[in-house]
């Protein structure tokens, strides 16, 4: 009978400990809309990246797979009488798939240290846009510098010094240490390529990340294509030249439209909008008209064609090494060496659902993690081996947050030891999700030790009572 | 902290694993040289006991509890460490209560594989410990192999609290029910 018992005793506890092993880690991991949170399926990515110069120009050459080519954004449709927008910004993928492919670069030259050994978590600041805590439009717009001068409806990336107090986002410093530290050349050079709103046009967005995340001096490549006021576009597609005034929803919708087909809008195919026209059910009208840059924001182009073929991107992008806007742009020499860190945006998600790497060192002629190959002629050979980059989801993790208590790693930081001593992607993608469900599996996890000392005593307890003077 | 604590921590692994050996041998030996080490085998607990409990204190202040506790890494290794000195402390009460009878039949080879958890339980500790000051080993792969992240903090969710409750209910009550047979007897 004692036999029998502890024989029962023993398979309570092993049993519950195989239902505590097989359960673990679930119950609190849920996306909620509400607070801004959606977790991808797949926490990590690759990213393939070749860089080349021939002492004028230079080239990066970025490779990543993705299931589909995400070439549709943001999009009008006529419903119900009205034009209705499909595509916006949202928690997670875009319902409908309307969302476009991005590759992101940072790059810096060395005039902000800590880039190098954290990457873009500096850039992540107080209450950032779609983090659960994220500061409201009418907060932004009401703060007198921000939403005043830089016309700002939400906080984007921005670098640490351009806050008194890395942990308030409005603390922006006075207006003259803000030119000098730009000055100084405390910012970071931002490429930013997009698979609708610039690469039809064989463009790309280039823009800067210093008080806010923002455009380069002159012309971005896209502007709105909507009138607020008379609720309508500005612009449908020229049927002279595209055969059409809207695209249909069916084909959007269906992923019908491919690189040789109209599915973009832009300056050489766009008409002022007709509100005359028999609109009919499911016309659809592209909100991003794509126009020529220029400036400062035009410098860098796509070289070739930008496609996606058999399951990857493959992009070029190109830039004069040194553009003559020091202040908008990193200005690359030859044996010169940098810092760069690569994001993209895949599976029509937008905002901070991307995939991002750690610090990756750039040499051009020099060893580094990335060696950019030196070439004659205009076309690199691209010759040499690609440079595999592991890509992943960054979660609600901010700077704020690594500096302060609740990071282990936060006197680490402070003593300048570089992310990459301590954490790999793999690991700071599980850390990603779990910081945006910090209280509650903080408590589940209190739960979850009280509940296995309370275990272990009480089996101890039974074999106590069950084994005899004598055993069993 | 840190420099004392894994100082510290080596005394408890050091002699839970010697009585992890201790236990086996006399599990397995009824010889006068199995007897001998079991003779120093509530020592050998109460000072593993000891040394892991003050190992345990001065880890918790290594860095601040709102560090500790929001940190994957760090949470699964105050879980891990808390378990260990649990069950550690259970093989003690029960080699120290029922003396050589936990060598009679059956029950030795019940003893034998409380051992063997707890040298697993220690392991996994230590593993986690490596881990949160950058010393790393296969040990995290093995267990990500069976199941468990180590860099995802371990929880379980409530259904699964309210089984181990009534797991609870259910060992005291064997217990109490063994112990009031025992004194009838």
Redesign the interface.
């Known amino acids: 009978m004692r036999r029998m018992l502890i024989y029962l005793a023993g398979i309570v506890f092993v049993g519950v400990l195989f239902v505590s092993w097989i359960t673990h880690g679930t119950g609190v991991v849920v996306n909620d809309a509400d607070r801004n949170i959606y977790i991808p399926s797949e926490l990590t990515m690759p990213l393939q990246v070749m860089a080349a110069y021939n002492g004028r120009d230079m080239f990066f050459r970025y490779r990543w797979p993705s299931a589909q080519p995400g070439i549709y954004h943001d999009m009008m449709k006529f419903e119900g009488g009205k034009w209705v927008r499909y595509g916006s910004s949202v928690v997670g993928p875009q319902p409908q798939g309307i969302y476009e492919d991005r590759v992101t670069m940072m790059l810096d030259d060395g005039s902000v240290p800590e880039f190098a050994r954290y990457g873009g978590y500096i850039t992540i600041g107080d209450r950032m846009r779609f983090f659960t805590d994220e500061a409201s439009a009418d907060e932004v717009r009401a703060h007198p510098y921000l939403g005043a001068v830089r016309n700002q409806t939400e906080v984007r990336k921005y670098m640490p010094a351009t806050r008194v107090d890395i942990d308030d986002w409005a603390s922006v410093a006075p207006e003259q240490d803000l030119a000098a530290l730009r000055n100084a050349g405390y910012f970071l050079d931002l490429w930013h390529w997009r698979a609708h709103r610039s690469n039809p046009i064989g463009a790309s967005d280039d823009e800067s990340i210093f008080d806010a995340r923002s455009g380069d001096a002159g012309r971005s490549p896209f502007t709105d294509n909507w009138d607020a006021e008379a609720q309508q576009p500005r612009f449908m597609l020229d049927p002279d030249k595209t055969g059409k005034r809207a695209l249909a929803w069916d084909d959007v919708a269906e992923r019908r439209l491919g690189f040789d087909d109209v599915y973009f809008i832009s300056e050489e195919t766009a008409v002022p909008f007709d509100a005359s026209y028999a609109w009919q059910e499911g016309d659809t009208i592209p909100r991003r008209l794509l126009r020529q840059g220029d400036g400062s924001h035009a410098d860098i182009t796509v070289a070739g064609l930008g496609r996606w073929e058999d399951g990857f991107w493959d992009i070029t992008l190109r830039r004069a090494m040194d553009t003559g806007n020091p202040t908008d742009d990193k200005i690359l020499v030859d044996k010169g060496t940098y810092t760069v860190a690569f994001a993209v945006h895949r599976d029509a998600s937008g905002s901070r659902w991307h995939n991002v790497s750690l610090p990756v060192s750039l040499g051009l002629g020099r060893d580094a993690e990335l060696t950019a190959v030196r070439f004659s002629g205009a076309t690199p050979p691209w010759d040499q081996a690609w440079t595999d980059v592991t890509l992943f989801y960054p979660g609600q993790v901010s700077w704020p947050m690594l500096n302060s208590a609740r990071h282990a790693g936060a006197e680490s930081i402070a003593k300048g030891v570089p992310v990459k001593f301590r954490h790999s992607p793999e690991q700071l993608a599980h850390y990603g999700v779990e910081v945006e469900f910090a209280d509650q599996i903080r408590s589940q996890w209190m739960l979850t030790l009280a509940g296995g000392v309370l275990l272990i005593l009480a089996f101890g307890i039974a074999l106590n009572g069950l084994i005899g003077r004598k055993g069993v | 902290m840190a420099a004392y604590h894994v100082v510290l921590v080596h005394f408890p692994i050091a002699l839970w694993l010697t009585a992890t050996l201790a236990i086996l041998w006399r599990a397995i030996s009824d010889g006068p040289l199995a007897k001998a080490i079991d003779r120093a085998l509530v020592p050998l607990l109460t000072l593993g006991l000891i040394s892991g409990v003050v190992a345990f204190a001065v880890g918790t202040q290594v860095?601040?509890w709102?560090?500790?506790?929001?940190?994957?890494l760090?949470?699964n290794h105050?879980?891990l460490a808390?378990?260990t000195v649990?069950?550690w402390?259970?093989l003690l009460?029960?080699r120290w209560?029922?003396g050589e009878?936990?060598?009679?039949?059956?029950?030795?080879w019940?003893m034998a594989?409380l051992a063997l958890l707890g040298a697993a339980l220690l392991g996994i500790t230590g593993t986690l410990g490596g881990h949160?000051v950058?010393i790393y080993t296969d040990v995290s792969a093995v267990l990500r192999l069976?199941?468990?992240?180590v860099?995802?903090?371990?929880?379980?969710?409530?259904?699964?609290?309210w089984?181990?409750?009534a797991?609870?209910?259910?060992?005291?009550v064997?217990?109490?029910?063994?112990?009031r047979?025992?004194n009838a007897a």
């Open positions: 860095w601040p709102e560090a500790i506790s929001s940190t994957p760090g949470r105050v879980l808390s378990w649990a069950y402390a259970v009460a029960l209560l029922k009878a936990i060598w009679q039949g059956f029950t030795r019940v594989a949160l950058g069976l199941g468990w992240e860099y995802t903090t371990f929880y379980v969710p409530t259904i699964t609290l089984v181990i409750a797991a609870i209910v259910v060992l005291i064997l217990g109490l029910w063994g112990n047979r025992a």
